[in-house]
């Protein structure tokens, strides 16, 4: 399968901003998503962008894309407690008929 | 609630005993996979269905089988379940077009 790599852990401090990375290998993606999983819950789709874009925002989310480097980054603005849960990234190939995951990073916010 | 239904939430499985895993979706969606997670691996891909009467192998199928009984459902079965298939499963459905999977709540399976 394709590669999609993530560091495992975050840690920070509640209102500050957290940046979660995400490389990948396959540079015929279409879309990159990044999919949130609070404990016991299946993932929600947080926002997700075309390849052929470079920045996506929505309200405390940014995703930047960096097609040539195949990194994609999420950065979430005054981040709160309730931000506390796995992200996941993940990519579209194939016509959309798969999707490769990274193992997923957690992100502990302190109060 | 419009979205993916899986049964059961939970289920304790010995060695050798077989079960199948349900999946509903009401969002008329034409794509449904079967992903399963382990701790610090992701999700991989054990089986996806593109369209109803179609299904194909993803990137771990050995030791699963699944039915795409009609454009709503799609099951996933054990026939001999082993202690590596102890894992937390996800049903999850799409559309063509990039928006993106809605995903079930999971079924958490421990084969002891």
């Known amino acids: 399968g394709e590669d999609v790599e993530q560091s495992l852990f975050l840690s920070v401090r509640e209102g500050d901003s957290s940046v979660i990375n995400c490389t990948y290998t396959?540079?015929?993606?279409?879309?990159l998503y990044w999919y949130k999983q609070e404990p016991g819950a299946g993932l929600q789709l947080l926002t997700y962008?075309?390849?052929?874009?470079d920045m996506k925002q929505d309200q405390r989310l940014t995703v930047l894309l960096n097609k040539k480097d195949k990194h994609l980054s999420l950065r979430i603005a005054d981040t709160q407690t309730g931000d506390s849960a796995i992200y996941f990234c993940?990519?579209?190939?194939?016509?959309?008929?798969?999707?490769?995951f990274g193992s997923g990073t957690k992100l502990n916010v302190k109060p | 609630n419009a979205g993916v239904t899986q049964t059961p939430k939970f289920q304790v499985l010995k060695t050798g005993q077989s079960m199948t895993l349900q999946c509903a979706q009401d969002?008329?969606?034409?794509?449904m996979y079967w992903y399963r997670q382990d701790p610090g691996m992701g999700l991989r891909l054990i089986y996806y269905?593109?369209?109803?009467?179609?299904?194909d192998k993803g990137e771990v199928p050995n030791g699963y089988n699944v039915s795409r009984l009609n454009k709503r459902e799609f099951s996933l079965r054990l026939e001999s379940a082993a202690p590596s298939q102890t894992s937390v499963y996800f049903c999850?459905?799409?559309?063509?077009?990039?928006?993106?999977?809605?995903f079930g709540s999971g079924t958490r399976l421990t084969v002891v």
């Open positions: 999850a459905s799409s559309e063509v077009g990039g928006s993106g999977y809605t």
């Open positions: 396959d540079s015929s993606s279409t879309y």
């Open positions: 962008i075309f390849s052929n874009m």
């Open positions: 993940a990519e579209s190939v194939d016509n959309f008929n798969k999707f490769y």
């Open positions: 969002m008329n969606h034409n794509s």
């Open positions: 269905s593109a369209s109803e009467g179609t299904t």
